[in-house]
């Protein structure tokens, strides 16, 4: 099966790295110079003291997209979106597309892509880029997958494909499977953003954790969740296993770049906004994030 | 008239050394290490490029308050009141005292104090006490006094021989006193401490500016506030005029020191939990203040 890739960012990288061991993968990458260096260098993974280079991927600039491709992925964030669906939507085929975007808000995007199989997924690997061909694998997850639109025929075979390092699991309601890991990133992202701590001080403050309930509970409320206990136990359970991470928030913040912000709260306030729900924690969080995304590049 | 002054931190060295002047003034301090420093050295007090060192000051630990002054001036954080007001009250004499706390959580506290001329009064100079017997004054200001309870002529008098550089002025109304100075300080205070800018940031970046208006409106209906335009302004305002300072709370939280918080948003809760007003936002800051101060002490 060929693969397309769209994005050589940190989760673009890795599943590009992965994935060439059972699959012929083309990786699309936003500059020349970076698709120049893969071709010549390869990939380098990173895990733990192991490194592997990887040979076998091609690259590509974006502008150069071939959509023959039976599966394309497109891992850019979801503030690059928009250019990547106009690119798409200008091609008459039909073809399958996998989003690995974090939040919710490219959802109304992706209803743009009419006739096309349209897969929707969640990262749950730490990923870091280090340089332009180099990816630090650094922690081990899942990667879920889910039909947002069209058949499952295409996402089904890629699943049955992918090799054992990298597990792909089908889920069956992608709304659940997204709503599930937005909560965690709506919670867990701002405040350790904000507080500028490691995911575990959330819980093991307890002044911390009373604000991550608080917080929850605006959300549990524009989301009109049932379970309302168990889906704050899973937040404080993802605390609790990721207690060393840096959040990719708060790294952002940290590095100067935009966050995902928009993907994550954005998409909550526009949800607010529309059931006319009050939303002044989530409002002023996103609010902070922003602010402080604008001193970062000041700086 | 003979002054006592109880607290020798920033506020307590500043009045002291400027009243001097005018009063024959007793400092009271917390520790006997400080008043034996003081009395051998003096209060140095550095404006801009000028120090002037005060030696008039008399200076006794706290255990050795003498209740015989004429007004006693209790310049203790909030946090630190109890114990003042509990010695207070072991007196049977009556006194004249004035209290210069941040905040309104102190006034269910002087309600105690039971036939005895209470006043209150805000204080508007930059100070920073620099070590046990040196305060700097870095914004000229005034203080404001109002009656809280009992009888106003010793305040008259005081007021009638403060000296010119020290001015102090009456005011009519020590709730409305007070809640102007406690509006501006719980906007200004924790976000500039959790965003870690100075007073300045909060209107010059829009971002920023959007989240004083939320925290503003959180506090407006806790306080059924009038005017609600003007009081809004009046912040921004103080935002500008002091631009480049860095509050209070957010050197208080670099520094590793406890924070007025309980005073400032401590007391905003207890009236939003007395008349069941949603407070999530002020709530979350208090939180956040709370877990800084912890992990600052844990440091």
Not at 69 to 84: C, F, H, M
Not at 185 to 204: D, F, Q, S
Not at 240 to 260: I, P, W, Y
Request: charged share 20%; hydrophobic share 40%.
């Amino acid at each position: 099966m060929k693969l397309g890739i769209i994005g050589a960012g940190s989760i673009g990288l890795l599943c590009a790295a992965y994935l060439a061991q059972c699959f012929e993968v083309t990786l699309y990458t936003r500059t020349k110079e970076q698709s120049d260096k893969i071709n010549q260098s390869g990939i380098l993974l990173l895990k733990g003291a192991e490194q592997t280079s990887v040979n076998m991927v091609k690259a590509k600039p974006f502008s150069q997209w071939d959509p023959s491709d039976e599966l394309t992925i497109v891992t850019v964030k979801q503030y690059q979106l928009p250019s990547v669906i106009e690119k798409i939507n200008e091609q008459s085929i039909s073809g399958n597309l996998l989003f690995l975007q974090n939040g919710m808000g490219h959802l109304r995007a992706l209803e743009s892509l009419r006739g096309k199989n349209v897969f929707v997924g969640t990262v749950e690997h730490g990923a870091l880029k280090e340089n332009l061909h180099t990816v630090r694998h650094n922690g081990a997850g899942v990667t879920n997958i889910a039909v947002f639109n069209g058949d499952a025929a295409v996402m089904n075979s890629f699943i049955d494909m992918v090799p054992g390092d990298f597990p792909v699991l089908p889920q069956k309601d992608y709304y659940e499977m997204l709503i599930k890991k937005l909560i965690v990133n709506a919670v867990i992202n701002p405040l350790t953003a904000i507080l500028r701590v490691k995911n575990g001080a959330l819980v093991e403050n307890a002044f911390y954790l009373q604000s991550v309930s608080l917080l929850f509970a605006e959300i549990a409320s524009i989301l009109n969740l049932d379970r309302e206990e168990d889906r704050l136990e899973q937040v404080i359970q993802v605390c609790k296993t990721t207690a060393d991470n840096r959040s990719s928030m708060l790294k952002d913040l940290e590095a100067g770049r935009l966050t995902e912000v928009d993907a994550i709260l954005g998409y909550l306030l526009e949800e607010a906004k529309i059931q006319q729900k009050p939303s002044p924690l989530l409002a002023s969080l996103y609010y902070f994030i922003k602010g402080k995304e604008q001193d970062g590049r000041a700086q």
